[in-house]
């Protein structure tokens, strides 16, 4: 079969693909169009075969930006940006303080390891 016939086939298919929601990105702005969709008295399982995602994402959106205007989407993403940040700052100084705690401790414990004691030599009694 020539490849001008399957064309128009090919292209509708395309078409479809970007109409439906696929993949793990998506824009705020297009959730809270699903969910405004909802609002308005779509049926979840309509919604999402339309859109290609399951009910229970549907759902989980529902809960996250329920009731969000686009706007406060995007400063709930800058938020959660900055958070991530901020609890990775926090785990590299615990590491580095672990890290001190533990050079410290090696460097006064040093001595007694190369067979130097710091308590007083004991006298054999015979």
């Known amino acids: 079969m020539p490849a001008a016939a399957c064309r128009p086939r ?3 298919k395309n078409l479809h693909r970007r109409h439906v929601l696929t ?3 998506r824009i705020q702005k297009q959730i809270i169009a699903v969910l405004r969709e909802h609002e308005a008295g779509a049926k979840a399982g309509d919604l ?7 009910e229970a ?3 989980n959106w529902k ?12 400063r709930l993403k800058v938020l959660e940006d900055e958070n991530a940040q901020l609890k990775r700052l926090l785990a590299d100084a615990m590491l580095d303080n672990a890290a001190l ?10 001595p007694s390891v190369q067979g130097f ?10």
């Open 57 to 59: 994402t549907l759902y």
């Open 48 to 54: 999402a075969r339309k859109h290609g995602i399951s």
């Open 117 to 126: 004691t710091t308590s007083p030599p004991t006298i054999p009694v015979a």
């Open 63 to 74: 809960a996250k930006y329920g009731g969000m205007d686009v706007s406060d989407a995007k």
């Open 23 to 25: 993949g793990g990105h």
């Open 101 to 110: 705690k533990d050079l410290v401790g090696n460097v006064w414990s040093a």
């Open 10 to 12: 090919t292209e509708a």
